[in-house]
């Protein structure tokens, strides 16, 4: 069974960072795009920043210059920094991946379990 695993959320205050790490794990056989979204009380699932098997990157206008993608394909990790945090930012974080995966070859959307990031003072 292939899955996400993501940790690091938590509570921060204002202008604080934080951490987010998702680790892909299963019969893998290479993991194309993947990316962060998160989901606001009452709000839409918006995507934060994605990142490609080639370390293309994009991001939402709202975290550019404060968040940082990165991923680790030896271990099949994103990673997603957070610097300056604000209030705006709490949410439910998802990790989300393009797997592709053995018997049979094909490719999976896959999404974490989500890890809250509550920010405040």
């Known amino acids: 069974q292939v899955q996400l695993v993501e940790s690091g959320g938590g509570l921060v205050q204002p202008g604080g960072s934080l951490r987010l790490s998702c680790a892909a794990s299963?019969?893998?056989?290479?993991?194309?795009?993947m990316g962060w979204y998160r989901q606001a009380p009452g709000k839409q699932r918006e995507l934060v920043a994605a990142?490609?098997?080639?370390?293309?990157?994009n991001y939402a206008d709202s975290v550019k210059g404060r968040f940082t993608i990165s991923r680790d394909n030896a271990k099949n990790t994103v990673y997603l920094q957070m610097n300056s945090l604000k209030p705006e930012d709490t949410a439910v974080y998802y990790c989300?991946?393009?797997?592709?995966?053995?018997?049979?070859?094909?490719?999976?959307?896959?999404w974490g379990q989500g890890t809250l990031v509550t920010v405040s003072s």
């Open positions: 990142i490609t098997s080639g370390r293309n990157t």
């Open positions: 299963g019969s893998i056989f290479s993991i194309n795009a």
């Open positions: 989300n991946a393009a797997v592709v995966v053995l018997g049979p070859y094909r490719t999976l959307e896959l």
